[in-house]
C-alpha cells in the first residue's frame, strides 16, 4: 500500500462526499478523471463484475396477452428456474413507461444546485435522493456508482410537493399504471404456485408502495467500479422499467451460483424478478436470484425504476410464512414464521445477499 493510500481518510472523504450533496452525478459534472477510492471495487470484484459467463442465456419472456393457463404455466416456468422473467403485452402504456423514464433521468439531470436542495440519506417525508453507501456486509466499495432517488407513495397519501411538476405527476401516473399490473401479477403468480389466484392478495394485501428511480452516470474508469453489488430484493416480487442501457446481470445455474450473465433489455417489456419474501412464501417453489449492475460506458447513463410490491399488512400480529397448501409431508416447511419489520431488520443487520434468509431457515430433519 502506497504512502497516499495509507494517509487517505475514508471516513472524512465519506463525509465530505455527502456533504457536498452532489452524489456521483456531482463527481462527473466536475470532470473527474479517475476513480474516488471511496468508489473502488477490490481488483478481485472488479474483474468478476466485468466477466459474463460463457454459456448462452435469456431471460424468458411472457406475453401476457395468452390464453391465461399458458401465461401461468409460463411464468411458473421462469419462477421455478431463473427467478426472472419480462413481461410483454403487460397494459401498461408505453408512453406511461416512457414517461416515468424520461422523468427519473431529468430529475437527476438537473442542475446541481437544484437537485442538491433534496439530498438526504434518511428519508424527508415520502422521499430520499442520495447515493445509498453499500452494505458492510457485502464487502464491496464504500460506495456504488450510482444515484438513487426512493419515493414512499403509501401508506399514506404522499406528499410530492418537492418533485418538480413534470417528475412527480409522471412518477404518481406510472406507480398508479404498476398498482393494477402488481395485482394482476399477483394473481398470476398465486396461480403459478397453485392455489386459488386471490391466495397472496388475501393472505398480505400486495402493495407497490416503494419506488426506486436509480441512475447510474457515465463513468472514466467503468471497469473498476460497480453500479450495484449483488444482492436479491426484499420483495414478494419486483417490477423493473430500464432504458436500453444495459448492465443488469443475473446469476445463472441451477441453484444460483453460477456465472454471472447480462440481461439484454427488452423493448417494451416490464421485468419481473422474485424476491426473498416469496420464496419463503413458496417454500422454495419460486427462486430469488441475486442479481446486480455494471457500469458499461464512459459516455452514456443507465436509468432503471423499480418498484417494490411486498405485504402491506405490517402489524406485529400479521405472520407470513410457506403457505400451507403448497407443504406436503415429503416437503415440509422450510422457513419459520415472520412478520416484514422482522424480515426487514434481519435485512439491515445481516446484508442484502441471499444468505439473510438463511436466518429463517428449519433445520431439515
Same mark, same amino acid.
Given at each position: 500500500m502506497t504512502a497516499s493510500a495509507d494517509d487517505y481518510d475514508c471516513t472524512a472523504a465519506l463525509a465530505a462526499?455527502?456533504?457536498?450533496?452532489?452524489?456521483?452525478?456531482?463527481?462527473?459534472?466536475?470532470?473527474?478523471?479517475?476513480?474516488?477510492?471511496?468508489?473502488?471495487?477490490?481488483?478481485?470484484?472488479?474483474?468478476?463484475?466485468?466477466?459474463?459467463?460463457?454459456?448462452?442465456?435469456?431471460v424468458p419472456t411472457v406475453d401476457l396477452s395468452l390464453p391465461?393457463?399458458?401465461?401461468?404455466?409460463?411464468?411458473?416456468?421462469?419462477?421455478?428456474?431463473?427467478?426472472?422473467?419480462?413481461?410483454?403485452?403487460h397494459g401498461v402504456p408505453a408512453d406511461v413507461i416512457g414517461s416515468a423514464l424520461s422523468a427519473a433521468r431529468a430529475f437527476h439531470e438537473q442542475p446541481r444546485a437544484i437537485r442538491s436542495e433534496l439530498y438526504s440519506l434518511a428519508p424527508v417525508g415520502a422521499l430520499a435522493y442520495?447515493?445509498?453507501?453499500?452494505?458492510?456486509?457485502?464487502?464491496?466499495?464504500l460506495l456504488p456508482w450510482r444515484d438513487s432517488l426512493r419515493v414512499r407513495f403509501g401508506p399514506a397519501e404522499p406528499d410530492l410537493g418537492r418533485l418538480p411538476a413534470a417528475c412527480r405527476d409522471a412518477l404518481l401516473g406510472y406507480q398508479r399504471s404498476l398498482t393494477a399490473f402488481g395485482k394482476e401479477m399477483a394473481g398470476? @403468480?398465486? +396461480?403459478?404456485?397453485?392455489? &386459488?389466484?386471490?391466495?397472496?392478495? !388475501?393472505?398480505?394485501? $400486495?402493495?407497490?408502495?416503494?419506488?426506486?428511480c436509480h441512475y447510474y452516470p457515465p463513468c472514466p474508469e467503468p471497469e473498476r467500479v460497480?453500479?450495484?453489488?449483488?444482492?436479491?430484493?426484499?420483495?414478494?416480487?419486483?417490477?423493473?422499467?430500464?432504458?436500453d442501457a444495459g448492465g443488469l446481470?443475473?446469476?445463472?445455474?441451477?441453484?444460483?451460483?453460477?456465472?454471472?450473465v447480462d440481461v439484454a433489455p427488452v423493448s417494451g417489456a416490464l421485468l419481473v424478478?422474485?424476491?426473498?419474501?416469496?420464496?419463503?412464501?413458496?417454500?422454495?417453489?419460486?427462486?430469488?436470484v441475486e442479481h446486480r449492475v455494471v457500469i458499461k460506458s464512459t459516455q452514456d447513463a443507465r436509468v432503471s425504476?423499480?418498484?417494490?410490491?411486498?405485504?402491506?399488512?405490517?402489524?406485529?400480529?400479521?405472520?407470513?410464512?410457506? @403457505?400451507? +397448501?403448497?407443504?406436503?409431508? &415429503?416437503?415440509?416447511?422450510?422457513? !419459520?414464521?415472520?412478520? $416484514?419489520?422482522?424480515?426487514?431488520?434481519?435485512?439491515?443487520?445481516?446484508?442484502?445477499?441471499?444468505?439473510?434468509?438463511?436466518r429463517f431457515k428449519l433445520s431439515s430433519n
Open positions: 462526499f455527502h456533504e457536498s450533496h452532489g452524489g456521483v452525478r456531482g463527481l462527473v459534472e466536475s470532470g473527474v478523471i479517475t476513480v474516488p477510492p471511496l468508489f473502488l471495487a477490490s481488483t478481485q470484484l472488479a474483474a468478476r463484475a466485468q466477466s459474463l459467463a460463457a454459456t448462452a442465456f435469456a391465461r393457463p399458458d401465461a401461468v404455466a409460463l411464468i411458473r416456468a421462469a419462477a421455478r428456474s431463473c427467478g426472472f422473467f419480462h413481461a410483454t403485452n442520495s447515493t445509498i453507501p453499500s452494505s458492510a456486509e457485502q464487502g464491496g466499495p398470476l @403468480l398465486s +396461480e403459478a404456485l397453485g392455489v &386459488e389466484a386471490e391466495r397472496l392478495e !388475501r393472505a398480505m394485501q $400486495v402493495e407497490g408502495w416503494l419506488m426506486a460497480i453500479g450495484s453489488l449483488e444482492h436479491t430484493d426484499p420483495s414478494l416480487f419486483t417490477v423493473l422499467a430500464q432504458d446481470q443475473v446469476r445463472n445455474g441451477d441453484d444460483g451460483d453460477g456465472g454471472w424478478n422474485i424476491g426473498d419474501v416469496l420464496k419463503m412464501v413458496s417454500n422454495d417453489e419460486f427462486k430469488s425504476i423499480a418498484l417494490f410490491f411486498n405485504p402491506a399488512k405490517r402489524d406485529k400480529s400479521d405472520l407470513f410464512g410457506p @403457505l400451507p +397448501e403448497l407443504m406436503t409431508a &415429503e416437503r415440509p416447511a422450510r422457513y !419459520r414464521s415472520f412478520t $416484514v419489520p422482522e424480515f426487514m431488520n434481519f435485512r439491515r443487520e445481516f446484508g442484502h445477499s441471499r444468505s439473510s434468509i438463511q
